[in-house]
């Protein structure tokens, strides 16, 4: 498994956090050297020119390492298949499902992304774009990770779904699992900006934290079609206001909630 590390002074740890968070990263580590700096340890994938290219900017010095995955992805050994609905379950690529009769099964391998299928704000907002879903709808997947969202779309009958995502590692990892799941190369995944992405959609997905969505909401607004549905998800039940108002003049008309967060379905 190839990490990126990345070397700063202990005034700057949280800062260049920030900086690695906005790349889409879903962990980091932090380790103290014999020096006095600090090593914050990521994943941004496989693909090394991706990866460069992402890092361009960056003002601290950064490495690649190589890590024993035997030792960092022990956890996978405790994933288990999570049931979306009686007949929708999302399963690691690795673990066998078992008996699901005529149950549709979304296999994922969730790679250096984040978006095994598990997680309350990832349920959700499957279950409110099932609810949307129509033949032949186009589907934007603003945020994509491993694509299971975007998967997902294809399987309830999506007629083109565009993934997009600031991490280097979700391009690969959505069209495997597009490969996985017999789609091939239906979904359109890159990194592209979503102020460049062309075109509005019927449904929209972004299941990103609050702060991303307020700084995308005039782009969020300009790509959901004039009759399309917008969903959020990455919100906390009691502290979204700030969000919907960023979000005018699309209005909530559908709201789900688990576990303490929520998605809302939103239309003009």
Do not use: K
């Not at 990345?6 to 790349?23: H, Q």
């Not at 693909?47 to 995955?69: K, T």
């Not at 017999?182 to 990194?191: D, Y």
């Not at 992405?197 to 972004?206: F, N, T």
């Amino acid at each position: 498994m190839q990490a990126v590390v990345i070397s700063v002074d202990p005034l700057d740890v949280e800062v260049a956090s920030d900086e690695l968070w906005s790349l889409g990263v879903v962990a980091v580590e932090e380790r103290l050297t014999g020096t006095g700096a600090v090593e914050l340890w990521t994943s941004l994938g496989d693909d090394e020119s991706s990866i460069v290219a992402a890092l361009a900017g960056l003002r601290w010095p950064w490495r690649f390492e190589y890590v024993d995955e035997s030792v960092s992805e022990t956890w996978r050994q405790h994933a288990v298949p999570v049931w979306i609905a009686d007949d929708l379950v999302v399963h690691p690529a690795w673990i066998d499902p078992g008996d699901i009769g005529e149950a549709i099964a979304i296999a994922i391998e969730p790679g250096a992304t984040f978006g095994l299928g598990d997680h309350p704000t990832t349920i959700l907002t499957m279950l409110a774009m099932r609810a949307v879903s129509t033949p032949g709808a186009t589907v934007l997947d603003v945020g994509c990770g491993s694509g299971v969202l975007s998967v997902a779309a294809c399987l309830f009958g999506a007629g083109r779904v565009v993934a997009v995502d600031i991490s280097p590692a979700s391009v690969p990892t959505t069209r495997h699992n597009a490969e996985l799941n017999g789609i091939g190369r239906s979904i359109e995944v890159s990194t592209t900006p979503l102020a460049a992405v062309d075109g509005s959609y019927d449904i929209v997905l972004a299941n990103i934290l609050a702060p991303t969505l307020i700084d995308l909401a005039a782009d969020l607004i300009c790509v959901t079609a004039d009759d399309g549905r917008l969903i959020i998800s990455g919100i906390l039940t009691e502290h979204h206001d700030h969000v919907l108002a960023a979000l005018a003049p699309l209005h909530p008309v559908a709201h789900l909630e688990r576990d303490g967060w929520s998605a809302i379905t939103l239309s003009r």
